[in-house]
């Protein structure tokens, strides 16, 4: 960027008799401990102290308008393009979907561009389009084009979800892009649908491809982490490092609007740094960019790196250079901050560049030394991150996919050892072959075999007509199960009580259960065929009847909540009826049972079996759900004949 005048800068500091937002807000409010500061001025005596020292002391110069009160200097500025998205995530994009703003009150390209030039004159020289989905918008290669013009602007980069990405990249590098961030939470492509309620994962690992292809270095993937979701999957991420130009940015799952954010879900930088270090001890810490979000790492001998994006445990806010504009034209000068101010409405009346920079200082004169923390934020109004932009995916409560490693339980048929999902891309990229789904991943996802079946654990014993038959309990003569003549969730009173438990030995317990959904001969050939409009059935029901296992207590009242070991979920298809036959199995170690935990995952996986198919037939029976088996407990052991 070309140097500007100290003068020049000054006299735009003294231009204005006062300097307010719309709401007549002054530019700085005194921060809790401090000295009051005046509103600036016509005298450069009257400017805050806190930015008049920043100035003086600084050779370079730098737009007063840009410099908030605490010397921080904005030199970085993310537009969102839309606020629409081509995926559903589960937990960005709520069940009943988004308010979005009517199309005559987002910014039109002519106003992006206008509000792009005003901030890259003042000193912005790092642009970052997102969204939404950036690359939906049909003339985000024109703005790219546009804005590469803007003398003094260095980097223009964008952050996708990357299924538009490798069709679009030839033209946006050529354009002038120069920076690609690309969101993606799994390497397991069956969970990557059940998450976004899409397809679309071979698109998004063609879009790294072309990348790297196009050589981008490094290509950014942004892994938000969240417990019971995916945090079993970073030394996946990390591998994929070895051999590639990445870095694999994890991102510290963080509070918006909706997103009933829990700090349970959180994963901090140092519980993942901790784990990582147990498999590669020798991970090593770089130099901090000044300005950065990010703390990066990288293991000797590999091409790409790791980074950690603190914003929860570890703020970043003293070196904050980070204003956001929204799609509705909405400037935000922090992303955790509820304030806004419309530049939108202000362009719209006419208002001139001073005025509009009269604006825009008031705004970053108010920033804050650093947002409130993780459990305020939790509890602040603010925008749906979908509808800021689309860093993170925070809308929906996300779901707690089971503990159980995917990694480590996929393998291919016939192999003794077990391979793991991000070894075989690394070959794939490395033979440079675009990445087609892998042979594991289309055994997982079942595409092109005559017969599908479905299981949340598979077994290196696999029976080959079901991917992850249970393992075989050994044969353990059972006498029958001692009854009794009281009802033991009743007390002497006949209220329901919940059984004390403290006094009981803990046990290994196990327990399986079963169901039967009978589809009829329509819905079983599209469930067979993976032909279903909303999805494949048989990942989501097996998935479903995890998930329910682990909240059983909260759906059966008089429930122990158990911490399972162990849960595992089969789908069989049953030709003969054209049925799917669920089978559940449910392993902890404590002083009650699991059974009604295992009852309670075949019963959903039927349920959830049933909503994917419903569209089709009406004509759909859930029959003999039932508990198989269940040892372990004083009561004795019980196997259904």
């Known amino acids: 960027m070309a140097a500007q005048p100290v003068s020049r800068m000054l006299r735009r500091v003294l231009r204005f008799s006062v300097r307010s937002c719309s709401s007549g807000a002054p530019v700085t409010q005194p921060h809790p401990g401090e000295p009051s500061q005046p509103a600036v001025e016509p005298l450069l005596s009257q400017v805050p102290s806190g930015r008049r020292r920043f100035l003086r002391e600084h050779a370079a110069p730098f737009s007063a308008f840009l410099t908030d009160s605490f010397g921080r200097r904005h030199s970085y500025l993310r537009i969102s393009l839309t606020e629409k998205c081509n995926l559903r995530c589960q937990y960005c994009m709520p069940e009943d979907g988004v308010p979005l703003t009517p199309k005559a009150d987002l910014l039109t390209t002519e106003e992006i561009l206008t509000l792009a030039r005003l901030f890259v004159k003042e000193g912005v020289d790092k642009i970052r389009l997102t969204g939404g989905e950036p690359l939906i918008r049909p003339d985000v290669v024109d703005i790219v084009a546009q804005l590469h013009q803007l003398e003094g602007l260095r980097t223009i980069g964008i952050t996708t979800n990357g299924i538009n990405l490798a069709r679009l990249l030839p033209q946006l590098q050529k354009a002038g892009l120069s920076a690609i961030n690309i969101s993606l939470d799994t390497l397991v492509p069956a969970k990557f649908e059940f998450i976004v309620r899409r397809k679309g994962f071979r698109k998004v690992m063609e879009g790294i491809h072309k990348a790297i292809e196009l050589g981008y270095s490094p290509v950014k ?229 005559p017969q599908r079946h479905y299981g949340s654990h598979l077994d290196s014993d696999a029976n080959p007509k079901c991917l992850s038959p249970e393992p075989r309990a050994s044969a353990t003569p059972s006498g029958p199960l001692p009854t009794s003549d009281q009802l033991t969730h009743v007390d002497r009173e006949g209220q329901a009580a919940m059984v004390d438990v403290g006094g009981k030995p803990d046990t290994e317990r196990v327990a399986v259960a079963s169901a039967v959904v009978l589809l009829g001969p ?36 008089l429930c ?82």
């Open 221 to 449: 993937v942004n892994c938000v982490v969240m417990r019971g979701l995916n945090e079993d999957e970073l030394p996946d991420f990390v591998a994929l490092t070895e051999g590639l130009p990445l870095d694999v940015r994890f991102i510290e799952y963080m509070p918006f609007d909706g997103n009933k954010w829990n700090f349970k879900k959180m994963v901090s930088y140092k519980e993942m740094l901790d784990t990582l270090r147990q498999q590669w001890p020798e991970l090593e810490k770089l130099p901090e960019e000044e300005s950065s979000t990010a703390k990066a790492f990288k293991i000797p001998g590999f091409r790409g790196r790791v980074s950690f994006i603190t914003s929860m445990s570890e703020h970043f806010c003293g070196t904050c250079n980070r204003l956001r504009i929204t799609a509705d034209g909405n400037l935000k000068v922090c992303l955790f901050g509820n304030s806004e101010v419309s530049l939108r409405d202000h362009l719209r009346a006419g208002a001139s560049e001073e005025e509009l920079l009269s604006i825009i200082g008031a705004a970053v004169g108010r920033k804050k030394r650093q947002h409130a923390g993780m459990f305020s934020i939790s509890q602040m109004k603010n925008r749906p991150m979908i509808l800021i932009e689309l860093f993170l995916m925070c809308q929906d409560s996300p779901p707690a996919i089971p503990s159980i490693s995917f990694r480590d339980s996929l393998h291919v048929q016939g192999l003794r050892h077990r391979v793991s999902f991000s070894s075989q891309m690394v070959t794939l990229w490395k033979g440079g072959r675009l990445p087609q789904i892998p042979l594991l991943a289309q055994r997982w996802l079942g595409s092109g075999l």
């Open 522 to 557: 329509v819905a079983y050939k599209l469930v067979q065929e993976n032909q279903l409009k909303k999805g494949d059935a048989l990942v989501v029901a097996q998935l479903a009847g995890v998930q329910a296992a682990k909240l059983t207590s909260q759906l059966i009242p």
């Open 560 to 641: 122990h909540h158990v911490a399972l070991s162990h849960v595992q979920v089969q789908l069989e298809l049953d030709s003969t009826r054209h049925a799917v036959v669920v089978r559940a199995s449910c392993r902890a170690r404590g002083p009650t049972g699991v059974e009604m935990e295992a009852l309670t995952s075949a019963a959903v996986a039927a349920l959830a079996l049933y909503d994917m198919c419903k569209a089709v037939s009406r004509d759909i029976v859930l029959a003999e759900i039932k508990l198989v088996s269940k040892t372990g407990g004083q009561r004795g052991d019980f196997h259904r004949t």
